[in-house]
């Protein structure tokens, strides 16, 4: 099956600077690949995705960038807020529709 | 669209009783997840349901987990007994098959506690 990794599981940055969260995955038949952010006592909120005949996405100050060869997928937050403090998942989706989840990193923004 | 429904938002319960979780996918959605949630393991798929009919068990820790989804728009996850290692978030998903596919929508959760 499919896995995924994450990683930063940690991550601080000054408010302003960017933000990046790096995923891997083995399955070379994943392609969807959405990122979800989670506040504290919340659900997962997805903010942003990129499917696999895409190679990046922009919305705002947020982007994914998708390397297919590499196997590997990207989320960029520019010009960081205290409120984009969070935890943020990346899953990638199976050709079964099945999501396998990273591990989730916890993003703190230091105003 | 009001979105995935849970309830109960919030469940206390004493160790050795049955909870029952339920979820309400979003219409016309025909693929549905239960996960849980804790500090310690993450966010872990349960089992997931496709036009009603469960497609992947393997998540489920052990026979005091079942699920059902009766309709396409009703499903329960249930515990008996519970544990108090059953302590989590439960949250349930729902998504619609596309090309490519599109993404889970979450519900709010269940927090449950067992004493």
């Known amino acids: 099956g499919e896995n995924v990794e994450q990683h930063p599981s940690t991550l601080s940055v000054q408010e302003g600077d960017s933000a990046v969260i790096k995923c891997t995955y083995s399955?070379?038949?994943?392609?969807?690949f959405p990122w979800y952010k989670q506040e504290l006592g919340k659900r997962p909120q997805l903010i942003i995705d990129?499917?696999?005949?895409?190679g990046e996405k922009k919305d705002q100050r947020i982007a994914v960038t998708l390397n297919k060869t590499a196997k590997h997928f990207s989320l960029h937050i520019t010009e960081t807020q205290p409120e984009d403090s969070a935890v943020y998942f990346c899953?990638?989706?199976?050709?079964?529709?099945?999501?396998?989840f990273g591990t989730g990193t916890s993003l703190t923004v230091i105003p | 669209d009001a979105g995935v429904i849970q309830s109960p938002r919030h469940e206390v319960t004493e160790m050795g009783q049955e909870v029952t979780l339920r979820c309400k996918p979003i219409?016309?959605?025909?693929?549905l997840f239960w996960y849980r949630q804790t500090m310690m393991r993450g966010l872990e798929l349960l089992i997931y349901?496709?036009?009603?009919?469960?497609?992947?068990d393997s998540g489920m820790p052990e026979d005091r987990f079942s699920a059902k989804m009766p309709n396409a728009s009703f499903s329960t996850l249930k515990i008996q007994p519970s544990e108090p290692r059953d302590s989590a978030v439960y949250f349930c998903?729902?998504?619609?098959?596309?090309?490519?596919?599109?993404?889970?929508?979450f519900g709010p959760g269940t927090r449950l506690l067992v004493l």
């Open positions: 998903a729902s998504s619609l098959q596309g090309a490519f596919g599109e993404t889970q929508y």
């Open positions: 399955d070379s038949a994943s392609n969807y």
């Open positions: 219409s016309g959605h025909d693929y």
């Open positions: 349901f496709n036009n009603n009919v469960p497609i992947d």
């Open positions: 899953a990638a989706r199976s050709a079964g529709n099945q999501f396998y």
């Open positions: 990129i499917r696999s005949n895409v």
